[in-house]
């Protein structure tokens, strides 16, 4: 990987390369330079379609819409800005490759030359079989995603592009900060399509925290954030109906001080009533989620005035 500077001085680190484009798998962010110890993440973000893979689609338009978290990388990047965290945040769609899957977590019959011979699925993570593996391969509303079978070429180009050089990038990233904190958080920012309100007249559900039923970080800290959102009258659940998968349990290790939540948003709260642009909500959602990561940074770092962390957006 290379080094760029980024405009406002935070060291921004191109990574990956997805196969067919040329172009990264995803750029790391001012890790050096943050300003709290902790990393937010949008492994779904990613929208930079090589015109090979768009082809291959069945209807593209809807699929694509239906598979990203449409626009939670700018999000990310909005909420790093208020607070001085550092991003990561994901190009490659996906549709390519799902970084929140096992590498083993693939639907076999998508591959034109079968299961190998001893591969089996993964035991962290079955998706695969609902179609949403390491590559998806139905989506609701739209069925099946792909007109043709894939290669074990293709595949494991899309893990040796992709998959492996963000999640040794985000290992490396969090290792830092936890170096120069002594301790790290990994926030993994998702968005979701709207939930139900479970009774009338309650609320509807607009976070989700995952934290993998209390194992990939410290209880105090998932409590604080459904705390957080409970005082600013927000709908919140715990673990469900989003526990958190790959990424929470490759990289969370509290034993260790490396802490990973993941924060799943409700799409009505930053776009438009087609999930597909922006809407003018985009910017509150940006701020309240900017005092939720100064919250939780509080709560690993209890010696505040030690570390100079920001106090409001700046």
Same mark, same amino acid.
């Given at each position: 990987?290379?080094?760029?500077?980024h405009?406002?001085?935070?060291?921004?680190?191109p990574g990956?390369?997805?196969?067919?484009s040329? !172009?990264?798998?995803?750029? +790391? =962010?001012?890790?050096?330079q943050?300003? %709290?110890?902790?990393?937010?993440?949008a492994?779904?973000?990613?929208?930079?379609y090589?015109?090979?893979?768009?082809s291959?689609?069945?209807?593209?338009?809807?699929?694509?819409?239906?598979?990203?978290?449409?626009? !939670?990388?700018?999000?990310?990047?909005?909420v790093a800005? %208020?607070t001085?965290?550092a991003?990561?945040v994901?190009?490659?769609?996906r549709?390519?490759l799902?970084?929140?899957r096992?590498?083993?977590?693939?639907? /076999?019959?998508?591959?034109?030359?079968? *299961?190998?011979?001893?591969? !089996?699925?993964?035991?962290?993570?079955?998706?695969?079989?609902?179609?949403?593996?390491?590559v $998806?391969?139905?989506?609701?509303?739209?069925?099946?995603? /792909?007109?043709a079978s %894939?290669?074990?070429?293709?595949?494991?180009?899309?893990i040796a592009?992709?998959?492996?050089?963000?999640h040794?990038?985000?290992?490396?990233a969090l290792?830092? #900060?936890?170096k120069? /904190?002594?301790?790290?958080?990994? #926030?993994?920012?998702?968005?979701?399509p709207? +939930?139900r309100?479970?009774h009338?007249?309650?609320?509807?559900?607009?976070f989700?925290?995952?934290?993998?039923f209390?194992?990939?970080?410290?209880?105090a800290?998932?409590?604080?954030?459904?705390?957080?959102?409970?005082?600013?009258e927000?709908?919140a659940?715990?673990?469900?109906?989003?526990?958190?998968?790959?990424? +929470?349990?490759?990289?969370?290790? $509290?034993? %260790?001080?490396?802490?990973a939540?993941?924060?799943?948003v409700?799409?009505?709260?930053?776009?438009?009533? *087609?999930f597909?642009? $922006?809407s003018?909500?985009?910017p509150?959602?940006a701020? =309240?989620?900017?005092?939720?990561?100064?919250?939780?940074?509080?709560?690993?770092?209890?010696?505040?005035?030690?570390?100079?962390?920001?106090?409001a957006?700046?």
């Open positions: 990987m290379e080094a760029a500077a405009s406002d001085s935070r060291e921004m680190i990956g390369m997805i196969p067919g040329g !172009v990264p798998a995803f750029t +790391l =962010l001012g890790v050096r943050a300003k %709290l110890p902790v990393l937010i993440a492994p779904h973000g990613g929208r930079s090589p015109a090979e893979i768009e291959r689609m069945r209807n593209p338009g809807i699929a694509k819409l239906r598979l990203e978290d449409r626009l !939670v990388d700018e999000l990310a990047t909005a800005d %208020l001085g965290a991003t990561l994901a190009h490659a769609p549709a390519m799902d970084l929140n096992a590498p083993d977590d693939l639907d /076999w019959s998508m591959l034109g030359e079968g *299961r190998p011979t001893g591969q !089996v699925h993964s035991s962290a993570n079955r998706r695969a079989r609902s179609g949403l593996g390491l $998806p391969r139905r989506v609701s509303g739209v069925g099946e995603i /792909w007109t %894939l290669s074990h070429a293709e595949v494991a180009d899309r592009g992709i998959h492996e050089p963000y040794r990038a985000l290992s490396r290792g830092e #900060i936890r120069a /904190w002594g301790v790290a958080l990994l #926030i993994d920012l998702h968005s979701m709207p +939930l309100a479970a009338p007249g309650e609320r509807a559900t607009e989700v925290i995952g934290d993998r209390g194992v990939s970080c410290d209880d800290l998932a409590s604080r954030a459904l705390q957080f959102l409970a005082k600013n927000r709908g659940a715990h673990n469900r109906p989003y526990a958190g998968g790959y990424v +929470l349990d490759r990289h969370g290790s $509290p034993p %260790l001080a490396i802490h939540l993941q924060l799943e409700c799409r009505t709260l930053y776009l438009d009533a *087609r597909d642009g $922006p003018a909500r985009m509150a959602l701020r =309240l989620v900017a005092e939720l990561v100064r919250a939780l940074a509080d709560e690993i770092l209890p010696d505040r005035g030690e570390h100079d962390l920001p106090l957006a700046e």
